[in-house]
């Protein structure tokens, strides 16, 4: 129905999500399973100067004990799926187990099958294996120095990329600039920590030839796709079945080695595999996320207009290149650094580096947080150096509304905008002005008060297939959907997408509910198993509602279509005479006489009166590319106050103003936008990986790892504002990574704010008590 896309639905998924009665793969028990357990490298970098499994196999229930040269020749090595162009990037073997060297703690030597989980797991502590230490490199910066060590023969100086791009007269305007401002900015490393750990679960039908793999996955058809390049099996003989999943944040994209491992094994022994890991194995082994270190370069005038932007970046890639690793620090970072603003030039380099550390690749904002913290932390500190409001520094540079769709310098067109729109609602809705006044009274007092602003822009949507493809993405990012209307008129929606916790499945039914006017609960939406479902992208980069949602409504408009044809036959009018509204098809001037859409569904089964040339059954398929990314927008502010015995910052006030085009879900928005920010305020205020000089990840378990809870995250207050995109067929835009991408900077901004007496500028994240504590006290 049409009050059905808007509605503040609760969720349909939260029924099993929230009662305990999902089902994900750690769930699903199988006959004579067993179970899979790996030796992993204690060490960051070392040779293998031999394995010894006597002592494990003669343990009872030990089935094997399996490495590199026992899989070699059925478990390829894993492919990079994302090969910038002209960047001469290096493509090195990543081995489904050690061959030979480790590279990073936690690199998989061995894999252990046994007859229950926990033989498996004091197997594994009987697996000797002799290493020889190396010198071990965790650091971009120490690794691209002259004598540092070396990971890989094929990548002299542990260079694994370089890149560029530019746009404008960067040199001429920064000549032409009456200030320039130079910055070291450090994106610290962090670590996916998903509810569900990754999980496979494999069995082979030797009958059929066939394997099934059951697996933590945000997109079953690419996992399919590569896992058939690594394992040498036709496509069309593997099934990956993905249910539901206990969060992702793009640490779920890749495909890893031990779940090729998984498939192997159960092809080589008949039986099932499955393998869970333990929350140690994930911070070890499953991708981290970002670990950046830049040098920015600003040129500015005395107004508070920024003329140019210059960006190098050094990328911590790990020890090997993952499954979309190295279009995040480029593509997906490079060419939004300028944010909202209109910047006439601009110029990126990134070096892409390995290190013995765990691979990185896509974490929620992917780039996007990356590139917003840097322009958002600079337009601040052009505000402090000139003894501007940041608030005004932004007005003057941001595009203007009537210039989108707007090129920035560095080849992106930004759909649609109006950022002083949400930049205005943000301040009046935390009531900037007043604050301001209690703020300078508040010092005063001898009380430290600071205000962050943060406006961003995201792209996100990623299209069309041409423009994604160019930058050496391994396939199109299109969307796919099949829409089916039963005989007694309900709904069911394949879809390629693979929603883990974002709520497209309530979002979804609420699309289709609007276009076909039916009752959103008569609505199925069926995705994650690559046999039921038309082949998809998955879901990641905040692509799921405008590119597979976008799939979906013209879909549901092709059904209309035919629903039409059947509708005027069963009233004996033309096409012409009818109009169509919430679920009924009726003759204009004679709205009695109609026809409803579940009526017409009927008639399409049974087939005894179709008009000619149209087909029985009722629905459509659509595979959807759009022209163009989607870029939402908004600003956040976040207040604070800083304790100046302990250092320790407390949030006050944080207003979030989002933009992402119309809004199918209020509710769904707001909790996306809760759980973004959550994600950016846990980085900017206590996240961050820390290995030694050696390789030994220090923060290997949430004793060291510190996720905040409800108690340490402050109340966030939402609003949006509405400017649809104006390609897209429901005008809609991402949301999923949009508090991530804005919240990190809007803290450190507030915080550099409250300090502005002490003279600082800037403070590297996590900003942490005893950071702030030492600028109070003069130590820093």
């Given amino acids: 129905m049409d009050s059905a896309f808007g509605a503040r639905i609760p969720r349909f998924e939260d029924v099993r999500f929230v009662t305990g009665r999902g089902s994900y793969v750690a769930d699903i028990e199988m006959p004579r399973t067993l179970y899979l357990k790996f030796v992993r490298s204690p060490y960051g970098h070392a040779r293998i100067k031999g394995i010894d499994k006597s002592e494990a196999l003669k343990m009872p229930g030990v089935y094997g004990v399996f490495t590199y040269e026992d899989i070699r020749d059925g478990v390829a090595n894993i492919p990079t799926a994302w090969v910038i162009p002209n960047s001469d990037i290096k493509a090195v073997p990543y081995p489904p187990l050690a061959n030979g060297k480790v590279r990073y703690a936690g690199e998989a030597v061995a894999a252990v099958l046994a007859s229950d989980q926990y033989t498996a797991e004091d197997a594994v502590e009987k ?3 002799d290493y020889e230490p190396l010198l071990a490199v965790t650091t971009q910066e120490e690794a691209l120095k002259e004598g540092a060590p070396q990971l890989h023969e094929e990548a002299p100086g542990n260079v694994a990329f370089r890149w560029t791009v530019s746009g404008g007269d960067v040199d001429g305007e920064f000549r032409k600039a009456k200030h320039v401002l130079k910055k070291r900015i450090v994106n610290q490393r962090l670590q996916p920590a998903a509810m569900e750990p990754r999980a496979a679960l494999a069995s082979y039908d030797s009958g059929r030839g066939e394997l099934t793999l059951y697996v933590t996955s945000q997109n079953p058809h690419v996992h399919r796709l590569l896992l058939s390049l690594i394992l040498s099996i036709p496509e069309h003989r593997i099934r990956v079945i993905s249910p539901d999943v206990g969060g992702g944040f793009g640490s779920k994209i890749p495909v890893y080695p031990w779940e090729a491992i998984a498939c192997y094994l159960a092809i080589k022994t008949g039986r099932p595999i499955k393998w869970v890991e333990d929350r140690t194995e994930n911070f070890l082994g499953t991708i981290h996320g970002r670990d950046h270190v830049q040098d920015i370069e600003v040129a500015f005038d005395d107004d508070g207009k920024i003329r ?15 499954t979309a690793g190295p279009g995040v620090p480029t593509i997906l970072f490079g060419l939004i650094v300028t944010g909202c603003y209109d910047i006439r030039a601009a110029s990126v380099t990134v070096t892409g580096v390995f290190t013995n550390t765990t691979p990185t690749d896509a974490y929620r904002g992917a780039g996007r947080p990356e590139a917003s ?18 608030a005004e520094v932004r007005m003057r540079n941001f595009i203007r509304p009537e210039d989108f769709p707007h090129p920035n310098p560095l080849g992106l067109v930004y759909d649609s905008g109006n950022y002083q729109a949400a930049l205005r609602k943000a301040l009046e809705k935390v009531g900037y002005e007043e604050l301001r006044k209690e703020q300078e009274k508040a010092r005063k007092e001898g009380r430290l008060i600071g205000i962050g602003i943060s406006s961003y822009v995201e792209m996100c949507g990623l299209g069309p297939s041409t423009v994604v ?7 199109g990012l299109w969307g796919s959907s099949t829409i089916r209307v039963h005989p007694t008129g309900k709904v069911q929606v394949l879809t390629g997408a693979h929603p883990h916790g974002q709520g497209e499945e309530t979002t979804f039914a609420q699309i289709v509910a609007k276009e076909l006017g039916v009752p959103v609960e008569d609505v199925e939406i069926v995705h994650g198993d690559t046999e039921l479902t038309p082949m998809g992208m998955g879901t990641y980069g905040s692509r799921t509602t405008p590119v597979e949602g976008g799939s979906i409504a013209l879909s549901a408009r092709k059904v209309v279509e035919k629903a039409r044809k059947i509708a005027a036959s069963l009233l004996e009018v033309s096409e012409g005479d009818l109009e169509f509204s919430n679920g009924r098809f009726s003759v204009k001037g004679a709205p009695t006489k109609s026809v409803s859409i579940q009526e017409v569904a009927n008639a399409a089964y049974m087939a005894s009166n179709l008009p000619k040339g149209v087909e029985p059954m009722l629905e459509a398929t659509t595979f959807y590319d759009p022209e163009n990314f989607v870029f939402p927008f908004g600003t956040h502010v976040c207040v604070v106050e800083i304790d100046r015995e302990t250092g320790k910052p407390h949030i006050l006030r944080y207003v979030a103003v989002d933009d992402c085009g119309p809004q199918i879900n209020p509710m769904i928005v707001e909790g996306q936008v809760h759980g973004g920010v959550a994600q950016g305020l846990a980085q900017a205020m206590y996240e961050q990986s820390v290995y030694d000089k050696d390789g030994n990840l220090l923060t290997s378990s949430f004793m060291e790892y510190l996720v905040p809870g409800a108690m340490e995250l402050p109340n966030i207050e939402t609003d949006s504002t509405v400017t649809p995109s104006p390609h897209n067929p429901l005008g809609v835009k991402g949301i999923g990574e949009a508090g991530t991408i804005a919240s990190p900077q809007a803290f450190v901004n507030a915080v550099v704010d409250a300090l502005r007496e002490y003279g600082v500028d800037h403070i590297d994240m996590p900003v942490t008590p005893e950071k702030v504590w030492r600028v109070i006290h003069g130590k820093r």
């Fill in 127 to 129: 697996v000797k294996v």
């Fill in 308 to 322: 140019a932007l210059k960006v190098s970046s050094l990328a911590n890639m790990g020890a090997y290149l993952s």
């Fill in 373 to 390: 913290y840097i322009i958002e932390r600079v337009v601040d500190m052009v505000a402090q150096k000139l003894k501007m409001d940041p």
């Fill in 469 to 475: 493809t160019a930058t050496g993405f391994g396939g």
